[in-house]
Nanobody, 120 residues
């Protein structure tokens, strides 16, 4: 059973940066894709980025526009989401999960989320 724990969120001004971390328990971390999603109250969970187990394939949502970078350190069972040039509309609860594709329903082992708040 994989458990994922996110951290690194916080309050930042527009234009600032944050790095989110996603630490996985259990074995075989390098064998599965990690996805980052975000959600604001009243809206569906939204795909942000994903990275394959071997880190040879990454995908981003269109709204990222080159501002975010997803990465992973399989030796540390950790995935990251570096977020630069943050905008107020990036404010959300950010989650990591393991799965396939870019749809939230195809992911599981959701963490508890980490709140990102971007002030204008």
């Amino acid at each position: 059973q994989v458990q994922l724990v996110e951290s690194g969120g916080g309050l930042v001004q527009a234009g600032g940066s944050l790095r989110l971390s996603c630490v996985a328990s259990g074995r075989a971390f390098s064998t599965y894709t990690i996805g980052w999603f975000r959600q604001i109250p009243g809206k569906e969970r939204e795909f942000v980025a994903r990275i394959s187990g071997s880190a040879d394939s990454v995908d981003y949502a269109d709204f990222v526009e080159g501002r975010f970078t997803i990465s992973r350190d399989n030796a540390q069972n950790t995935a990251y989401l570096q977020m630069n040039s943050l905008k107020p509309e990036d404010t959300a609860l950010y989650y990591c999960a393991k799965g396939v594709g870019t749809v939230a329903d195809s992911f599981g082992s959701w963490g508890q989320g980490t709140q990102v708040t971007v002030s204008s």
